[in-house]
């Protein structure tokens, strides 16, 4: 399995600005996710990164909002542009390693936007 | 986007086997079903994952019927540490869709 690390582990910032997550992984991966969990709800996917191409965003969230970079097999980022109360949730970054469905996560990233 | 359907608390005693029945109402042929695991303040963590009959590992089985629109977890005799919610997906190409979950708790 792979292990997934993610900095910052949480943060409190403030509205209006923006803020990096960074997810790097132990071993080369061809598909990685970013995920957003409010508390007590699930996991709602953001967009999927493949490295070398833009990522692909899903329904009801946008480029502009969450720039995603995906330098290398091992390595990507999720920002949280211009951020408001409501974007105040869990970051979660995830893996696919084999293309199996199995995905492994981070440990997610707290953001509480005052 | 596919659509799972699972109840959403599960009460159990210590030491019970529990089964935890997922709907998979649009499963594609090439999806798998695979079920993960989260406690709080963590992220999910892989169980087990099957296309069809059953499948056991260590720490659980997976009951998938033929027609494959439904699959059930079962956990044997569970302990107060298995309190946490459990996630069924339809997984293949594209298809990584959280449902509600099944939240757990496992009383002493």
């Known amino acids: 399995s792979a292990v997934i690390s993610q900095k910052p582990s949480r943060d409190i910032c403030q509205r209006g600005t923006s803020l990096t997550i960074q997810c790097q992984v132990d071993s080369q991966v061809t598909m990685m996710f970013w995920y957003r969990q409010q508390p007590g709800q699930s996991l709602t996917l953001i967009a999927t990164?493949?490295?070398?191409?833009?990522?692909?965003?899903e329904s009801g969230f946008v480029i502009d909002k969450f720039p995603i970079s995906r330098p290398n097999l091992t390595f990507s980022t999720l920002t949280v542009s211009n951020m408001s109360p409501e974007d105040s949730s869990i970051y979660l970054c995830?893996?696919?390693?084999?293309?199996?469905?199995?995905?492994?996560f981070g440990e997610g990233s707290r953001l509480t936007v005052l | 986007l596919a659509k799972t359907t699972q109840p959403i608390s599960m009460d159990s005693y210590e030491g019970q086997e529990v089964n935890i029945t997922c709907s998979h109402n649009n499963i594609a042929t090439n999806d798998y079903i695979t079920w993960y695991q989260q406690f709080p303040s963590q992220g999910p963590r892989f169980i087990i994952q099957g296309y069809k009959t059953k499948v056991t590992n260590e720490v659980a089985s997976l009951f998938i019927p033929a027609d494959r629109k439904s699959s059930t977890l079962s956990l044997p005799r569970v302990s107060l540490s298995d309190t946490a919610v459990y996630y069924c997906l339809q997984t293949g190409a594209n298809n990584l869709f959280f449902g509600t979950g099944t939240r757990l708790t496992v009383i002493p």
């Open positions: 995830s893996a696919d390693r084999e293309n199996t469905g199995e995905l492994f």
């Open positions: 990164a493949n490295q070398g191409s833009e990522a692909t965003y």
